[in-house]
């Protein structure tokens, strides 16, 4: 009996020496989920894209951008209304840090700057931006199959 009372007491000692520990409750904070899609990354941008872009004077410039899977290109343009000749330029384009556009540096050119989206090159004014206004979309290209 003895045996019995010191063990009840030895028990109840350990069950008040020990604390339950409580789990503390962990808030998770949602992370920020970014976008990391890009025409670059996501689109089937390769190939040919066509169309006639405003000209200054002349009746517009009929435009074929084709762009390789080596990050070259070939641009050939014709002055509408003024002469049949096709002129040929090739190249290398580079994609600007969002991904979504590109410039084609030429050699007689300026580096022309394009929107990439699906199945269409945007060309862009200087600093990159698209043209805005009733003439905006005369400044598209669209992939020819």
């Not at 009996?1 to 069950?15: D, N």
């Not at 410039?103 to 050119?109: M, N």
Request: net charge negative.
């Amino acid at each position: 009996m003895k045996k019995t009372l010191v063990l009840v007491a030895i028990s109840a000692f350990l069950a008040i020496g020990c604390e339950s520990k409580k789990e503390e409750s962990v808030v998770v904070q949602p992370e920020e989920v970014v976008d990391e899609h890009t025409a670059r990354n996501s689109l089937d941008y390769l190939g040919t894209y066509k169309g006639v872009l405003p000209c200054a004077d002349c009746e517009g410039i009929e435009t074929e951008i084709t762009l390789n899977q080596d990050e070259t290109y070939v641009i050939k343009t014709k002055y509408l209304g003024k002469d049949d000749k096709v002129f040929e330029e090739l190249g290398d384009f580079t994609w600007l840090e969002d991904g979504n556009r590109m410039s084609l540096e030429g050699v007689d050119s300026e580096p022309m700057l394009y929107f990439v989206s699906e199945n269409k090159l945007t060309h862009l004014d200087q600093d990159g931006n698209k043209i805005q206004g009733s003439l905006a979309k005369n400044y598209e290209l669209l992939k020819s199959n």
